[in-house]
C-alpha cells in the first residue's frame, strides 16, 4: 500500500495548498459568518473549485468527472482543511457523488453526475435522525408503497449543505424493525416537491446543515437510489469514504492550528523569555505533533486501502476518523491553552478550529463510536 | 535465470544441506540464540551452525571478504535473508558485535582495528558490550567522568560504567571517555575499545525489580587500553557515540514489533479472565482499551511503513522518525499495563505454584517494561529533540 504521495499527487497538492491560501482565509471565514450568510459559503468559489476538477474527483471520467480516487480526494481535503474552506465537498461530493457513483443506475449517473462535476448541481445526503445518533441503520423515516410511488414520512436532521442542496438523498426504512441494517431504501428527492420543506440548522462551527421534514412526500421507482432495502449497506460504504475524506479534511485543519500555536510559542514571552523555551510546553507540543504524524498515517492508510478495496478498509476508515477525532480535539484544546487568555478570544481564530474540531468529530462516528463497531466487527 | 535467482537457488539448497536440524526450531527469547564469546558455553548445534556459517562469511553477509565478511551485494544479502526467514532458520549469531561495533570499525576504524576485530566477530569469537551510561550520566550522557589520560603508548582508564548489558559475559567493550577534561563536555570523549580481561576490570550484576537482568555495574581502576584501540581522532568520541545511539533506538522500536506478530494476545486472555457475554468480552472498559491498543498499534505500524517507504522513494526521511522511539515504548508500556487490568489478581504472582508461566512471565515484562522509556533515551529527551530538532522551538 502506498503510503506516500506520487508525483501527480504532489502536484495535486501544491495546486490545493495554494487554491486554499490565496482564495480562502479565516477573514472570510469569519466575514461569512458575521453576515449571516444565506449560503454559508460561496457558490462562485464553488465553481472554480469544480473547473479544477475537484467537484469531480470520485466521478468516472465517462461522467464528467476525474475519475481519481480516495487518496486524491484526501489531499484536496487536507489542504482544504487547512484554511476551515467551508465549499460543500463533504456533502456534494464525498456523500452524495460517491453514493450516486456506488448505487445510481445508468440513467441516475447520466442525469446527475456531470452536473455536479461542473459544480452546477449541489447534492445533499440525509441520513441522521434525531435518536439515530452515529448509527446509519437506525432510521426511523419510513417509506410507504402507495400504487406504483412510494410516500415518505419523518425528520432527517443533521444533514450537511441540506439547506442549499438542489437534489436530497434521504434514507428511509421500507421494511424491518428501526435498527436492522437490511429493510432501509436511499431515494433521489426534489428539496423542492409537495411535503419536502427544508430548514436550516446552526451549528457551533458556521457550517452548513439542514432538517429535512418528509410529510407524505411522494417519488417514483425512478427515485430509488441503489437497490430497494439494501440502502443500508450502501450508506455505509459512502459512508465509510466520507469519514475517510472528512479525517483527511481534519488532519489539514489540526496541522494548521498547531503551526499558529508553534509560530505563539516563539514570540509570546513572558518572564522575558518565549514561552516556548518552557519544558512542559515543548513537551506537550511534541506529543500534539506526534499524534499529527500518526493521524497522517492513519489517513494515508485508510484513502490507499478504500482505493484497492482492501479487505479491512472499514477497519482502516474506523482507526484514521478516531484518530483524527481524538488528535485535532487535543491540537485545538492545547492552542487555546497555549494561547492563554487570547485564545479565549472570539477576535483570535484558534476557537474558530476548536469548535470546528468539535463539530468534524461528531461527524460520522466519534472515537468511541469507532472503537465499538471496530470491536463488535471482530466478534469480541 | 538471473545471477539473484541462481543465488536464491543455491543459497536456499546449502543452508538447507547445512543447518543441523535444532537450528528450525522456533525460540521463545533471544538469550535461546548464539551470542558468541569466550565465556559461554552453547549446545553443539548452535556451535556447529555458527561454525559453519561464519565459514562462508554469513554471520556477517554483507561485511567485505577481507575481514571475514560474505561479501554479499545488498540484494544477494536481501535475498539470503528472505530465505533464512522462509526456512524459519535461526540466525547463527547475534549482538553488538554484528549490529553496532561492526559497522562502526568498517566506517570510522583503522586498518589494524578491522583486521584485529572484524574476523573474530564473524566467527562469534568475541561477545561485545557498550560502556556508555554513567551513574552520574544517564540522559545527560556526554557529562560522563570516566577518564582516559595518555601514558606512553596506552591510556590509564578510571571510573565507572553501569547498565552495561552482559558485562558479565562480554570479552569486550566499547566505551566512552574523558580525555580533554578542560574542555567543553562534548568535545572532551574519546571512543575506545577494552579487552574486558584486561586488570582492573570489575564487573556486577544489576537485579531489576523484574528479576533477573542482564545488566551490569563495570568498575574501572587503572585499566590499560593500548593507544591502538582508540577508535577515530581523539575527542571525536561524541559524533561516533551519537551514530551508535541513534542505531540503538530504532533497534529498541523494532523489538516491540515482532511480539505483536503472533495471534491476538490481547482478546483471548481477556475472555479468559474476564468472560464473555453474548460474544462480547464481558467488561466494556477493558474492551474499549483492547481496542484502543490496538488502534494504536495499527497507526504506529502505518508510521513506520510511511517513514520507510518516504526513504524508499529517495525523498528526504523528514524528521518523523524522531516520534517512533518516544511513541512505540509508551504504547508499548500502555499495553502492559493492559495485560495487568486483564489478569486481574493472576498478576499477582511471583513464582510457584497458583499461577501458570504465561501469567508469571507477563507480571514480570510489565515490571521490565517501566524500562523501555529509560533505556535509549527517554522519553523525556525525545520530547526534547522533537521539540528543538524537529519544531525549533527555542532553549
Given at each position: 500500500m502506498a503510503l506516500v504521495l506520487n508525483e501527480d499527487q504532489q502536484l495535486l497538492q501544491r495546486t490545493a495548498h495554494d487554491f486554499a491560501r490565496t482564495r480562502s482565509s479565516l477573514k472570510r471565514i469569519r466575514a461569512l459568518r458575521d453576515g449571516g450568510?444565506?449560503?454559508?459559503?460561496s457558490r462562485d468559489l464553488w465553481r472554480d473549485m469544480a473547473a479544477l476538477g475537484w467537484a469531480g474527483i470520485p466521478i468516472p471520467e465517462a461522467y464528467g468527472g476525474a475519475g481519481l480516487g480516495q487518496v486524491e480526494l484526501a489531499v484536496v481535503m487536507e489542504e482544504l482543511g487547512r484554511g476551515l474552506v467551508p465549499e460543500p465537498m463533504l456533502s456534494t461530493v464525498c456523500l452524495g457523488a460517491n453514493a450516486i457513483v456506488h448505487g445510481g443506475t445508468e440513467e441516475q449517473k447520466r442525469e446527475i453526475l456531470p452536473a455536479v462535476a461542473s459544480g452546477d448541481t449541489l447534492l445533499a445526503v440525509g441520513w441522521a435522525e434525531a435518536k439515530s445518533r452515529f448509527d446509519p441503520h437506525r432510521v426511523a423515516v419510513r417509506a410507504r408503497r402507495a400504487r406504483d410511488r412510494w410516500r415518505l414520512e419523518g425528520e432527517k436532521r443533521l444533514v450537511l449543505d441540506g439547506h442549499v442542496a438542489d437534489r436530497l438523498i434521504v434514507s428511509a426504512r421500507t421494511a424491518g424493525a428501526e435498527s436492522d441494517r437490511e429493510g432501509i431504501t436511499l431515494f433521489l428527492v426534489d428539496?423542492?416537491?409537495?411535503?419536502v420543506s427544508v430548514t436550516r440548522q446552526s451549528l457551533l462551527d458556521g457550517r452548513g446543515a439542514a432538517i429535512v421534514r418528509l410529510e407524505d412526500a411522494s417519488v417514483d421507482d425512478r427515485s430509488v437510489l441503489g437497490e430497494a432495502g439494501r440502502g443500508g449497506h450502501l450508506l455505509e460504504r459512502v459512508i465509510d469514504c466520507a469519514a475517510a475524506a472528512l479525517a483527511a479534511e481534519m488532519l489539514g485543519s489540526m496541522s494548521a492550528v498547531f503551526e499558529m500555536t508553534l509560530e505563539y510559542l516563539k514570540t509570546r514571552k513572558q518572564f522575558g523569555v518565549p514561552?516556548?523555551?518552557?519544558q512542559a510546553l515543548k513537551h506537550r507540543a511534541a506529543v500534539v505533533y506526534t499524534e499529527i504524524q500518526l493521524t497522517r498515517s492513519a489517513v494515508l492508510g485508510a484513502s490507499g486501502a478504500l482505493d484497492a478495496g482492501a479487505e479491512d478498509a472499514a477497519d482502516l476508515v474506523a482507526i484514521a476518523k478516531a484518530r483524527a477525532s481524538d488528535a485535532f480535539l487535543l491540537a485545538a484544546n492545547e492552542a487555546v491553552q497555549m494561547h492563554g487568555g487570547i485564545g479565549m478570544t472570539d477576535e483570535h481564530d484558534v476557537g474558530f478550529f476548536l469548535k470546528r474540531a468539535r463539530a468534524a468529530e461528531m461527524t460520522f462516528g466519534d472515537a468511541a463510536w469507532h472503537r465499538a463497531r471496530f470491536a463488535d466487527r471482530h466478534g469480541y | 535465470m538471473t545471477d539473484l535467482q541462481t543465488f536464491r537457488a543455491e543459497a536456499r539448497e546449502w543452508l538447507l544441506a547445512n543447518a543441523p536440524a535444532s537450528m528450525f526450531e522456533p525460540v521463545t527469547s533471544d538469550m535461546e540464540l548464539c551470542w558468541g564469546g569466550a565465556k559461554t558455553q552453547y549446545p553443539d548445534g548452535v556451535r556447529h551452525w555458527l561454525a559453519v556459517m561464519a565459514e562462508r562469511g554469513w554471520t556477517a553477509p554483507s561485511w567485505p571478504r577481507e575481514y571475514g565478511g560474505g561479501g554479499l551485494g545488498k540484494e544477494e544479502a536481501k535475498v539470503l535473508a528472505q530465505e533464512m526467514r522462509a526456512l524459519r532458520l535461526r540466525p547463527p549469531l547475534i549482538g553488538f558485535g554484528l549490529t553496532m561495533i561492526g559497522p562502526l570499525l568498517l566506517q570510522e576504524g583503522s586498518e589494524e582495528q578491522k583486521r584485529t576485530h572484524l574476523p573474530r566477530i564473524v566467527r562469534g569469537e568475541v561477545w561485545w558490550c557498550q560502556g556508555y551510561s554513567e551513574p552520574g550520566a544517564g540522559s545527560d550522557l556526554a557529562s560522563l567522568q570516566t577518564r582516559a589520560v595518555p601514558d606512553g603508548d596506552s591510556f590509564v582508564v578510571d571510573g565507572q560504567k553501569v547498565w552495561t548489558s552482559f558485562a558479565d559475559r562480554a570479552d569486550w567493550m566499547f566505551l566512552l571517555a574523558r580525555t580533554a577534561p578542560d574542555a567543553p563536555k562534548h568535545a572532551g570523549i574519546s571512543f575506545l575499545l577494552l579487552d574486558m580481561s584486561s586488570p582492573g576490570v570489575r564487573v556486577k550484576p544489576i537485579r531489576l525489580i523484574s528479576g533477573y537482568s542482564p545488566f551490569c555495574e563495570t568498575f574501572l581502576n587503572d585499566v590499560r587500553v593500548p593507544r591502538a584501540n582508540l577508535v577515530g581522532k581523539p575527542n571525536d568520541g561524541w559524533r561516533i557515540a551519537k551514530a551508535l545511539l541513534g542505531f540503538e533506538r530504532t533497534m529498541i522500536a523494532d523489538a516491540f514489533k515482532e511480539d505483536r506478530a503472533k495471534g491476538d494476545p490481547l482478546v483471548d486472555p481477556a475472555r479468559d479472565h474476564l468472560g464473555s457475554a453474548g460474544g462480547k468480552i464481558a467488561d466494556a472498559s477493558i474492551r474499549e482499551r483492547i481496542t484502543q491498543t490496538k488502534f494504536d498499534e495499527r497507526c504506529l505500524d502505518l508510521t513506520i511503513a510511511r517513514i520507510r517507504e518516504t526513504q524508499k522513494a529517495g525523498q528526504n526521511p523528514g524528521p518523523e522518525s524522531s516520534i517512533l522511539k518516544f511513541y512505540g515504548t509508551e504504547l508499548n508500556k500502555r499495553r502492559n499495563e493492559l495485560l495487568m487490568s486483564i489478569l486481574g489478581p493472576q498478576a499477582l504472582g511471583w513464582e510457584g505454584e497458583g499461577f501458570d508461566p504465561t501469567e508469571l512471565r507477563l507480571t514480570r515484562e510489565w515490571l521490565r517494561s517501566r524500562a523501555n522509556s529509560i533505556e535509549g533515551g527517554t522519553t523525556e529527551i525525545q520530547l526534547n529533540i522533537i521539540a528543538k530538532r524537529v519544531l525549533g522551538l527555542p532553549d
Open positions: 450568510d444565506a449560503l454559508g459559503f428539496p423542492r416537491a409537495p411535503g514561552i516556548g523555551s518552557f | -
